[in-house]
């Protein structure tokens, strides 16, 4: 017997965690727009546009900036894929799961993998990556920009990006959380290979991966002496296939290809400038307002990300169960953490659309609702009107 399904009805939520976050309406519209060829000259005119678009975003000059078809982490495994060959040396700087994962990718595809590492909670000193590359000699360094697991940002890549010259390493940054919604300077950084996500504060659904890399990082993928082993990944390939040849890769996401085109038209239009200081506004109005209900902050506090909040959990609220209630009855959504964090911090994003006062509010409130109900003691009224209050005064 037929079963009949119904129509799909997903409730509508404030995505606070760690993305996706909400996108803009505009882009979800742009992704119901109709569906191209890959080869018609319609698309491959939008095509075009995203490579330019990108180039804004990354501040880049690089010709090499397109789309990984594929999540965040499939930028970053088309850099180490199409850059290490099986023996080369890579060294990861480390201090969350998204380092874990770049050490993950290099030893994949057989590189051999050293570490700085600090503590989850706090960053990497550049002195110390300047140290193992003088003791190490990597062909690669990867480092992650912002460090989703614990919040942190880590600072100084200009310096970073200066060694790696000196030492002639090729330096791969993660700037999955971080584009769109703080500088990712990829040019005066000197970043040889760059990627991100769309899901976060470029404001889009999850689907695809802005890449750019500059001339030394193409000379290194195109001069390999063994073939890059994943097809799908090979930006040798692909960067072909995002070009003036369009050499046929694989089939385009047509819908995602228009999300991302009008995410990436929407952070041009509003200005770059604007967007970094509206996701600062928001992630440190949010950061106030918790600190004035008493909640305890993750990390070091001077490296702490614009865009996510580490909050750690007050005594005798569950995780799992304090999550569910915020899902439930207020619509909001928050994160949970990884390995050692894990029960331990809900972490909050304020990206793209979200990053607003009016969603700090909203989270405010019904985080006061939420706490209070475990009898955590939490001042009510206080959260929110210190967020208020902060926000209103960066805006004078
Ligand atoms: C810093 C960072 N890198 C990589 C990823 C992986 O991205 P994705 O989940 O889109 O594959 C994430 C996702 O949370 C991230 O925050």
Redesign the pocket.
């Known amino acids: 017997m037929s079963h009949l399904i119904g129509e799909l009805s997903p409730p509508v939520r404030l995505l606070c965690g760690?993305?996706p976050t909400n996108p803009d309406p505009r882009v979800l519209r742009a992704m119901g727009a109709p569906v191209l060829g890959q080869f018609d000259p319609a698309f491959t005119a939008i095509m075009t546009d995203v490579m330019e678009l990108g180039r804004q975003v990354f501040r880049t000059v690089n010709p090499r900036t397109f789309a990984i078809s594929g999540?965040?982490?499939?930028g970053?495994e088309a850099g180490i894929a199409s850059l290490v060959e099986p023996g080369d040396r890579v060294l990861v700087a480390n201090c969350g799961r998204?380092g874990d994962?770049f050490v993950d990718l290099a030893t994949r595809y057989g590189g051999i993998v050293s570490q700085v590492t600090a503590e989850w909670g706090k960053v990497i000193d550049p002195q110390q990556i300047d140290a193992a590359l003088q003791r190490t000699r990597p062909k690669i360094v990867a480092v992650?920009h912002?460090?989703?697991?614990t919040g942190m940002l880590q600072p100084m890549l200009d310096e970073i990006g200066r060694t790696c010259r000196r030492h002639e390493a090729l330096l791969v940054v993660?700037a999955?959380?971080t584009l769109g919604g703080m500088p990712v300077d990829t040019d005066a950084w000197q970043i040889d290979l760059g990627s991100a996500?769309t899901?976060?504060c470029i404001g889009c659904p999850?689907g695809m991966?802005p890449i750019t890399y500059g001339a030394r990082a193409e000379e290194v993928i195109t001069s390999r002496k063994t073939p890059i082993i994943s097809n799908y990944l090979d930006l040798a390939q692909l960067q072909r296939y995002w070009s003036p040849e369009r050499l046929n890769h694989h089939t385009l996401p047509t819908s995602m290809t228009y999300g991302l085109h009008e995410a990436l038209r929407l952070i041009v239009n509003e200005g770059l400038e604007a967007r970094w200081t509206r996701h600062q506004r928001t992630g440190d109005a949010l950061k106030a307002g918790l600190e004035a209900m008493g909640i305890q902050l993750f990390g070091d506090p001077k490296h702490r990300l614009p865009m996510i909040t580490a909050m750690m959990l007050p005594e005798g609220v569950p995780d799992e169960e304090g999550r569910a209630r915020l899902l439930e009855e207020f619509g909001v959504e928050v994160a949970t953490s990884f390995g050692p964090l894990r029960g331990r911090i809900w972490r909050i994003g304020t990206m793209g659309y979200n990053a607003e006062l009016r969603t700090v509010l909203t989270v405010l409130t019904a985080l006061e609702h939420v706490l209070r109900s475990f009898y955590a003691r939490v001042p009510r009224g206080a959260g929110v009107d210190e967020a208020r209050r902060v926000y209103e005064r960066a805006a004078s």
Do not use: I, N
Request: charged share 20%.
């Open positions: 760690t993305g999540t965040g982490r499939a970053m998204f994962l992650v912002g460090e989703t697991s993660d999955v959380v996500g899901q976060k999850s991966a």
